[in-house]
């Protein structure tokens, strides 16, 4: 990928999604070999027959990027050129980056194309290298990971998600004298929320909630009843009715949701005040979409 944090984020999602003692089989360019040996050698000795070629126009050693070119010829005999910018990964970065997903054992293999082995050790000749690591989120490794989580600023960063949902029940019970604003829920990272409950939503016990997804990064607003009967009565009701974007919540074990807005990339919290601004006014339209239907 273009940067070093959509690569980190793949392999954090790749982590999220496997069971524990799963096995992760990944190739990826070899940081050792462009430290010991000459790229556009390598290039030139790798050329096609069909006539592609590549090109390095420089190799970043602070960032262990290569960036060249490529050109070939389709079989129109059109010619197409394509700048790049590879990333190398040197072992150590990797068993770092793993370690901190749960993968305790880490292994690093040459790379041969259509003959991958354990037999073949990577070595700085090594244009490829192939990566078997295994998850295995053992008690140990779960109270590591959570120790380093508890170096960094995560109880700042959690206070402030919590501090943005008070201004937001503070500015909304300011606007709305009538309507009653819930306590803060903190959750346990998993969800955070306040709930605003005005008096037509009262009568049907239902309640609009602004949520703190902490897995998503992301706010999200949901119409939510009292109890199942009641959610599943309100759902019969609105289905087929919902304009865009709401959306429609299943039912399904731990779902609390009757419906559902995701509010997108609003999660920017250096202008507090236009955050809170933000949330307050879409909490506003959504109960104005939402009230004809609940009538």
């Known amino acids: 990928m273009e940067t070093d944090e959509e690569n980190a984020a793949i392999l954090q999602s790749i982590a999220s999604a496997l069971k524990d003692e799963a096995i992760l089989i990944f ?10 040996q000459n790229l556009n050698a390598f290039y030139a000795d790798a050329k096609t ?11 970043d050693l602070c960032t262990l990027r290569d960036h060249n070119t490529t050109t070939f010829t389709d079989d ?3 010619e197409h050129t394509i ?5 190398y ?4 970065e990797l068993r770092t980056l793993l370690a901190g997903l749960g993968f305790t054992k880490v292994e690093f293999f040459g790379a041969h194309l259509g003959a991958f082995s354990r ?8 244009f490829e290298m192939l990566v078997v690591a295994k998850k295995e989120l053992s008690s140990l490794t779960l109270v590591n990971l959570y120790t380093q989580a508890c170096k960094a600023p995560l109880s700042e960063a959690y206070k402030l998600i919590l501090k943005t949902l008070t201004l937001c029940g503070r500015e909304l019970q300011k606007h709305l004298p009538e309507s009653e604003v819930s306590g803060i829920y903190p959750g346990y990272l998993d969800m955070s929320y306040i709930a605003l409950i005005p008096p037509n939503l009262k009568k049907r016990q239902l309640k609009l909630a602004l ?4 897995e998503k990064g992301a706010f999200e607003l949901w119409l939510a009843g009292r109890n199942r009967s009641i959610q599943a009565q309100v759902r019969e009701e609105l289905r087929g009715k919902l304009p865009s974007p709401y959306m429609l919540v299943e039912e399904a074990k731990g779902e609390d949701a009757i419906v559902q807005l995701r509010l997108g990339p609003l999660t920017d919290f250096t202008d507090m005040n236009l955050l809170i601004g933000k949330l307050c006014a879409m909490m506003h339209t959504m109960l104005q979409d939402l009230q004809p239907l609940l009538s």
């Open 27 to 36: 190739t990826t360019l070899n940081g050792l070999f462009p430290l010991s």
């Open 49 to 59: 027959e069909e006539g592609s070629t590549c090109t390095s126009t420089g190799f």
């Open 76 to 78: 129109d005999g059109q």
């Open 211 to 214: 949520v703190y997804v902490h």
């Open 83 to 87: 700048i790049s910018s590879e990333r």
């Open 89 to 92: 990964y040197l072992p150590t």
């Open 119 to 126: 037999k073949n050790p990577l070595s700085q000749t090594d």
